[in-house]
């Protein structure tokens, strides 16, 4: 068996060329989604159950070992399974503990230090798209007061943030994103564009090129 096995290993050996200059997507590791209700159900077990459930998520080389973690942003709507609180229910008003996703990955990065973090939005309050002309510039200063949140009140650092899950997205929104995020220190911070489908205006092959050029 062991003979075999090796003989076929062998006769599937490949040279795998990786070209560190082009432009593409990354594989930071293996990771999972804290969305919906889920991270609030978790909150209520009773321990020891809910340590040994985050252990065998985060723990490194023990149980799922997950090296990245999505954290929806909350927006008080109804996104998927169930609302999560906003930080932001009201332009300038900040409520620093709201929701629960905060929570999570402050438990995930108690385990695992070195696990990435990612913000993604699943739709936004009310005052960010009232305005229909000037959702991006209100979209951008949304997402940013969630990073600074993050940050200065639960000591988390976002490695990625992205815009706007399964929906269509245009340069615009991610110009206003990133200006806004290196106007208050965040130029490290990577976006995530696309976080979609492929088809017209959501995700396509060419992504990175449309970035950088402002296609």
């Keep these: 068996m062991a003979a075999a096995l090796l ?8 040279d795998v060329h990786l070209d560190t200059t082009a432009l593409g997507f990354e594989f930071d590791g293996l990771g999972g989604v804290s969305a919906g209700t889920g991270p609030r159900l978790l909150i209520d077990y009773e321990e020891p159950a809910r340590s040994e459930l985050l252990d065998f998520l985060f723990l490194p080389q023990f149980g799922a070992s997950l090296q990245v973690l999505k954290l929806e942003i909350g927006c008080d709507a109804s996104s ?101 995020l290196d106007r208050r220190g965040y130029g490290a911070l990577k976006l995530l564009a696309g976080d979609a ?3 017209p205006g959501w995700q396509s092959p060419d992504i990175a090129q449309r970035i950088q050029t402002n296609a």
């Design 7 to 14: 003989l076929v290993g062998a006769a599937c050996a490949a």
């Design 80 to 180: 998927s399974l169930g609302a999560e609180q906003s930080i932001e229910p009201e332009r300038g008003h900040i409520i620093n503990n709201a929701g629960y996703e905060f929570w999570m990955a402050e438990e995930a990065k108690k385990r695992n230090p070195d696990i990435k973090l990612i913000g993604l939005a699943w739709g936004f309050p009310a005052w960010v798209t009232a305005d229909a002309g000037n959702v991006s510039a209100a979209a951008a200063q949304f997402l940013a007061d969630w990073v600074v949140v993050a940050e200065q009140n639960h000591s988390l650092t976002l490695d990625y943030l992205g815009y706007h899950n399964e929906s269509p997205w245009t340069i615009a929104d991610l110009l206003a994103l990133r200006a806004e």
């Design 197 to 199: 489908p492929p088809g």
